[in-house]
């Protein structure tokens, strides 16, 4: 069957009554574990600190060692398309390139006989001819 539980009852040597504990815990061994907790990670975390700074040496005097394939191909350009490397300059150099095929006559198609007039010109010619219309009946009716 179940226990029984029955409430407590004082110390019959002290009269009945019920106190509590008396000493306290030890400090020192407390504050002995956390110094010794401390002086333990300084050292840890010098030691680590000497053991990167061994491999660190070490990889920096390490020589990488040459592959005769890479050796063969050390001057090859990658394959089509490559990143940009100046892309200020080459929009710079795009602009002045299509500047210059704008404001300059030029053949386009020389065996059909069509060139490339500048802008300024272009207009001046609308101007004085008129836009083209088409000849004959309209066909949106």
């Known amino acids: ?4 539980h029955q409430p407590q ?3 019959p040597d002290r009269g009945g009554r019920i106190e509590h504990e008396t000493s306290d ?6 504050l002995g574990f956390l110094a010794g907790l ?4 300084v050292l840890i975390s010098f030691l680590v600190w000497i053991l990167f700074t061994y491999f660190g040496a070490r ?7 040459d592959y005769p394939l890479a050796a063969q191909q050390e001057k090859r350009l990658p394959p089509e398309p490559r990143l940009q490397t100046r892309p200020r300059e080459d929009l710079l150099e795009m602009r002045a390139r299509e500047d210059e095929i704008l404001s300059t006559y030029g ?3 020389r065996n059909a006989g069509v060139v490339r007039v500048p ?7 609308t101007i004085e001819r008129g836009l083209p219309v088409r000849s004959g009946s309209d066909s949106r009716k």
């Not at 815990?25 to 407390?30: A, K, L, S, T, Y």
């Not at 990889?59 to 060692?65: F, H, I, L, N």
């Not at 802008?119 to 010619?125: G, H, L, N, S, Y």
């Open 107 to 109: 053949w386009v198609d």
């Open 25 to 30: 815990v030890d400090i020192r061994p407390v």
């Open 119 to 125: 802008i300024e010109q272009a207009m001046k010619m």
């Open 1 to 4: 069957m179940a226990e029984v």
């Open 9 to 11: 009852h004082g110390d």
């Open 38 to 41: 401390t002086v333990a990670s």
């Open 59 to 65: 990889e920096s005097r390490a020589v990488t060692p």
